[in-house]
């Protein structure tokens, strides 16, 4: 799987059964884990696993940074909807799973 290190490496970025790009702006635009987020998190879980990366917008296989300005309020949104039984049935990341890449 191909790890981002800088904007070049965006070219690189194909989406797959194992690597997806959300925007995550959110209706206010500082960030949100988006609604398609969540069949994306069970596809993933019930396969090999797989990348999930938020602030990346795809059209057209044309990969864009867009960004998540508001990190730690997706953060904890995604963790306390991970850790909602009403929400989904098993976590399976933890903190170190989720991280903040600056490019």
Same mark, same amino acid.
Do not use: E
């Given at each position: 799987? %191909? $790890?981002? %290190?800088s904007l070049e490496d965006l070219g690189l970025l194909r989406e797959s059964l194992e690597l997806e790009c959300k925007a995550a702006q959110g209706a206010s635009g500082q960030g949100e884990v988006p609604k398609d987020f969540w069949p %994306?998190?069970?596809a993933m879980a019930n396969a090999h696993g797989g990348l999930v990366i938020l602030g990346i917008q795809e059209k057209s296989g044309v990969f864009s940074v867009l960004?998540? $300005?508001d990190i730690n309020k997706v953060r904890s949104d995604l963790f306390n909807n991970l850790n909602n039984a009403g929400k989904v049935s098993v976590n399976l990341l933890n903190d170190i799973d989720v991280q903040e890449v600056i490019l």
């Open positions: 799987m %191909t $790890k981002l %290190t %994306t998190y069970s960004g998540v $300005k």
